[in-house]
């Protein structure tokens, strides 16, 4: 019974943790806006372009952090290593539920994310 509740976990982790179909934010003004419109977003625009909220929300836990916790236990100084924990994933920092890699989003994009994230901590 066990093991099927754990894989059932698993799988709605997995689903909920994945990429959205479109990751574009459409405007009337562009449509069909293109891959590289995207890096125009803010930070916060990008996460909430993208699957994030699926496990993470600004003030509680979920299955990964809030963003208030993360903000509150890194400074800008490690800006680089979160958006490459981003990009590739991670585990073990905040327990052992695994955060699923982003590989499409750029360098750039997971950086203003992580400004973005950084931020709440004085709010």
Wanted: aromatic share 4%; charged share 25%; net charge neutral.
């Amino acid at each position: 019974m066990k093991k099927l509740f754990l894989t059932g976990c698993i799988g709605l982790l997995m689903a909920s943790c994945s990429k959205k179909e479109n990751t574009a934010v459409q405007s009337p003004e562009q449509p069909g806006q293109s891959e590289q419109a995207v890096s125009q977003l803010s930070g916060e625009q990008l996460i909430q372009t993208l699957d994030c909220s699926g496990c993470h929300a600004v003030d509680e836990r979920m299955i990964g952090p809030s963003y208030r916790d993360i903000a509150g236990k890194y400074t800008e100084k490690d800006a680089e290593l979160l958006a490459s924990k981003i990009i590739e994933g991670g585990s073990g920092v905040w327990g052992s539920v695994p955060m699923p890699p982003h590989q499409q989003i750029s360098k750039e994009d997971a950086k203003k994310m992580v400004g973005y994230i950084l931020t709440l901590k004085n709010k």
